[in-house]
Nanobody
Framework: VQLQASGGGLVQAGGSLSLSCAVS????????MAWFRQAPGKERELIAA????????NYADSVMGRFTISRDNAKNTGYLKMSSLKPEDTAVYYC????????????????????WGQGTQVTVSS
C-alpha cells in the first residue's frame, strides 16, 4: 500500500497551495482519510478528515474556512486545498488512510490510521 503526497512548496503568506495524495494498492473508496501536519518540535496534528464517501468532513479550528479537503475515489486521490496561508501553517503535511465499513466515519487520531504518506513540506514565508 502506498500513499504519495505531493504539492508542497514555498509560498508567501496569503497565498494558496493544493496538496494531493495518490493512493495505490488498495480500494480507496473503502478507506476514510485525513491530512495531518507536523511542525518542528511539535506533535503531529489533524488538519482535516473526510469519510470514505466524501459526505462527512472535519477540520481543525486553526484551518476552518481556509482549507478544504476532498477526494476523488475514481482517481484514487485525496486533496487538500489551502488558501490564506499563514506562517504558522509551515509544517510537513501527511496524508493517512484507514479501512472502514462505515461510509460516513471520520477518524481524528494519529493512532487510528494504518497507512501514511511520506509527507510533503509546506513553508509559508511572512
Amino acid at each position: 500500500v502506498q500513499l504519495q503526497a505531493s504539492g508542497g512548496g514555498l509560498v508567501q503568506a496569503g497565498g494558496s497551495l493544493s496538496l494531493s495524495c495518490a493512493v495505490s494498492e488498495l480500494t480507496f473508496s473503502l478507506y476514510t482519510m485525513a491530512w495531518f501536519r507536523q511542525a518542528p518540535g511539535k506533535e503531529r496534528e489533524l488538519i482535516a478528515a473526510i469519510s470514505r464517501n466524501g459526505m462527512s468532513t472535519n477540520y481543525a479550528d486553526s484551518v476552518m474556512g481556509r482549507f478544504t479537503i476532498s477526494r476523488d475515489n475514481a482517481k484514487n486521490t485525496g486533496y487538500l486545498k489551502m488558501s490564506s496561508l499563514k506562517p504558522e501553517d509551515t509544517a510537513v503535511y501527511y496524508c493517512a488512510a484507514r479501512f472502514t465499513a462505515d461510509y460516513y466515519e471520520i477518524m481524528k487520531e494519529v493512532k487510528e490510521y494504518d497507512y501514511w504518506g511520506q509527507g510533503t513540506q509546506v513553508t509559508v514565508s511572512s
